[in-house]
């Protein structure tokens, strides 16, 4: 959507609408130098100052095109270098061989102007193309082979395909969501930030939509897509509504339809909400909010409680984004396991019950482990999903920075009732007005010490990363890989692991590390 000012320029300064190859219009002064086609970059100039200037070259008899064209000779910029307007011009061509063109700085046009005639053309106005100037990336073409750190160089443009990449996963578009999210993982791992559009030449999984909404954040600063998906109220509602728990993006679709756009529609509607609905809408804003390493922390220290009391010798570790090292993320999860085989069955339900004896639960979901590991091989299509025992649960934590250290050192060196009754102290709102704690969502996952490493690989991430590596074991290596097991179809058996380096060696992968996963 063009701006309506810039559309009202347009209108007075093309014709056609501004089609290709058009001329600036409305100016009589009749062509003097019909050799000389100029066009003037917007990028940097801005669409008012490029109108002032085509009129005034107009007016003095250059011949100025509104547009890109075969016929253009001279391209003048103002602000870019030379490197940049090469990229800009590759764009223009599809990379592919041009009419040579001028690359000139503003300082010839302004002389030009002041001549009243093309002046000749010297090194001071040329706008040297250096390809040194320009590192060309490339990477693999599978995000599990490459390494991705937390330090992004190209955030606004991964910002950007991240947004159009949540779009269409709301809309149920997954194919066009996958697109998105994999020429993101391409630009995270780069290891400079992209000035131009020649840097990107041969790389992987950039379609031509990724590359348009990529050359316009490089030309204008920002992408006008993006920019208006995120401003529609479609997009608005569909985040607002599938931000409560429990719902997904259907359910949010179908209430949208019957005009449900906000929180307060949604209560007063005539809805019945299901007991996880519920709880998302009664704890929406905390839900909503980034939970902190320091929450997980101490979240950590509450399991860690919890198993210790259950089970003894039963481990757990803290999975997800944050085993990956980021320091917020959307929730908590834990992967549990005990070194005895079978020893974990029947734990959930045990530590599910220690937590809400203490008044840690505000909402659980327990599902059963319904893994069945066939002779034959997964069945097919190989479910992305993992059937380990799970508890999908809503936590009850102490918001305070001083609270949760106190926290700490209660579950840390207390007995259970003793731990019970200081947390009961710090859930109550302190004179009935102020609440003192925080709702967090947290997953416990339940895995045999067999599954262990598959589990652990799986469910830290991050998304992409874990799809790729599937893709990978069923393109490149005719496996079958889930957060249970590795199966190999041309050899027909599982491959047995005690770590995920040797599901990496399995998979003819290069181990990558959690914190190099961020894809």
Known sequence: MVPLKRRKLLSTQTGNNGNSGTDVIGVKA???FPDVVIFLLERKMGASRRAFLSQLAAKNGFHVQETFSGMVTHVVSEGNSGAEVGSWLDSQTDGSAHRPVHLLDMSWFTQSMKAGRPIDITDTHRLQVDESEVEVFSVPSFACQRRTTLENHN?????ALSLLAEMAELSAEEGRGVAFRRACAVLKCLNEPVTAMSQLRGLP???????RVIQDILENGASSEAESTK????????KLLTGVFGVGCKTADRWIREGILSLQQLTDSA????????AGV????DLNQPVTKAEADSISVIVEKALVT???GATMTLIGGFRRGKQTGHDVDFLITHPEEGAEVGLMPRVVSWLQSKGFLLYQKTTRNSYLEAKDGPARPASNMDRFERCFSIFKLDKQGPGLQSHTQRATDGEGSHFGDAVDSVCEPENGQIKQWRAVRVDLVVSPISQFPFALLGWTGSKLFERELRRWAGHEKSMSLSSHALYDSTQRTYLRATSEEEIFTHLGLEFI?????NA
Do not use: W
């Not at 999984?205 to 590359?211: I, W």
């Not at 590390?513 to 996963?517: A, D, G, I, L, Q």
């Open 155 to 159: 955030t606004v443009l991964t910002d």
């Open 30 to 32: 009749p062509v003097k």
């Open 271 to 278: 809805h019945s909400l299901n007991r996880a609905q519920q």
């Open 282 to 285: 009664d704890h929406y804003d």
């Open 205 to 211: 999984c950039l379609g031509e939509h990724s590359l």
């Open 513 to 517: 590390p959690p914190s190099e996963r």
């Open 310 to 312: 259950v089970l003894p």
């Open 231 to 238: 401003c529609s109220e479609r997009f608005k509602a569909l």
